[in-house]
């Protein structure tokens, strides 16, 4: 595909933008702000402040950025720090981590003149897209405007990849005009190097470096108490749409025979609170929300919607143990983390499930099986120990390109 074509449809795309966001406002009023960045329109002018420019497309990749950020804050403190998005909750997530000390605005759609509008509107001296940020028009502009452009912490699927191959000469060129690449594993890199990427070096997982907030223990104490401190907890965290039901199916004959037990489910996106609500009850588990918690929750409850936002730390500390979502969609699938997944299972700090049954199985086992649980958790806590550093490595890498 040509960029011209590729520019072409997005041009035919922009008329229909407007109702998407009109759609999505529906559900979260959020997306309904803000509108002229997502073209390129900025307001005031914020003058010739070198800019230090990181680009975090939702939640993950703004967790994820958050050491980055610090450490640049620390090192060079006469450069602003922006931070752009694509969703409300990245956005929203950047104002609780980083408050006032960073700006943050959307990035525009890939078309030249928005993405023109936004270079033209802040001075630029270094780029840094957090994953899998590829928009082929925004690279070309940095390119030959001779602004620095990284992939920081990039991952690369083996479908993702299939897919930019599809592209021919555009996802090639694209790969190639970026400065450099910072792999998070040798699977991305290689799948990186076959695209035609260049300057491209493995640097780790940025994840590994996000040290929990401080309070995270003391708060997750005083969730148990809440919850009940002699009940056994089984968190069920950033569950996707089809797993909910799935996973409730897994453990409601475990309420039958351990009565004390408690699941927290937490959907990994906020908008689809209510719906997961509704398979609770669909269920016929007692349950409550989070936000409607005020007083010790009543013993009888069997299920807990995690429905807050910025506690899933919190819940970590509180239960004792816990399924990351995903896995149950497609069979033994990790979605963004399986150079991690593999890694935490090889430690001994993760089990994979392979299905609802297996799911079962695996609850009943950890529920009953103190010791093991104690296993787990000292392996997971020396993995996640191992496996740090990826800030400090990409730290070097923008220090060698930073006009």
């Known amino acids: ?29 959020a997306y309904l702000r803000h509108w002229g960045e997502r073209f390129g329109f900025y307001g005031a002018p914020v003058g010739n ?16 950025a958050e050491p980055l950020v610090k450490q640049l804050k620390a090192t060079y403190p006469n450069y602003q720090i922006l931070i752009t998005h694509g969703t409300p909750t990245g956005r929203e997530t950047s104002e609780a981590v980083f408050g006032d000390a960073i700006w943050r605005v959307y990035l525009p759609y890939d078309v030249p003149f928005a993405i023109n509008g936004f270079l033209n ?33 990039a991952r690369l699927s083996e479908k993702s990849a299939k897919g930019y191959a599809k592209l021919g000469q555009l996802a090639t060129e694209g790969v190639q005009r970026l400065t450099a690449i910072a792999a998070q594993s040798q699977d991305d890199l290689t799948r990186f190097q076959a695209l035609g990427a260049q300057n491209i070096s493995i640097t780790g997982n940025l994840k590994f470096d996000v040290a929990p907030p401080t309070d995270s223990a003391s708060k997750g104490d005083k969730l148990r108490e809440l919850l009940g401190s002699k ?24 309420h039958v025979l351990k009565g004390d037990l408690l699941t927290i489910i937490v959907p990994r996106h906020p908008e689809r609170f209510n719906e997961v609500e509704a398979i609770i009850q669909g269920a016929g588990l007692k349950y409550q929300r989070r936000s409607q918690l005020f007083e010790p929750l009543d013993s009888n409850i069997q299920v807990l919607l ?11 500390a509180a239960c004792d143990f816990t399924f990351v979502g995903g896995s149950l969609l497609i069979g033994r699938h ?20 392979k299905d609802v049954a297996d799911l079962n199985r695996r609850v009943q086992y950890l529920l009953n099986n103190a010791s093991k649980r104690k296993i787990m958790s000292k392996a997971a ?23």
């Open 49 to 64: 402040v070198p800019i230090i420019w990181l680009h975090c497309v939702s939640i993950g990749e703004t967790r994820a």
């Open 1 to 29: 595909m040509s960029k011209f074509f590729y520019s072409f449809l997005l041009y035919l795309a922009l008329p229909f933008v407007p109702l998407k966001l009109l759609w999505r406002g529906i559900k979260q009023p």
């Open 334 to 353: 990790t979605f963004n983390f399986t150079e991690a997944t593999k890694n935490a299972v090889r430690a001994g700090a993760a089990i994979r499930v």
């Open 381 to 403: 806590l020396r993995f996640s120990e191992e496996s740090t550093g990826a800030c400090t490595r990409m730290m070097q890498l923008i220090a060698k390109h930073l006009r």
């Open 231 to 254: 009940r056994s907890i089984f968190l069920a965290s950033s569950t996707r749409k089809g797993e909910e039901k799935r996973i409730l199916e897994a453990v409601k004959d475990l």
């Open 121 to 153: 509107h802040f001075n630029i001296a270094i780029g840094l897209l957090m994953e899998t940020e590829l928009w082929f028009n925004l690279v070309g502009k940095c390119k030959a405007r001779e602004i620095p452009l990284l992939l920081l912490n």
């Open 306 to 316: 995690g429905d807050s936002m910025g506690e899933l730390f919190t819940y970590y």
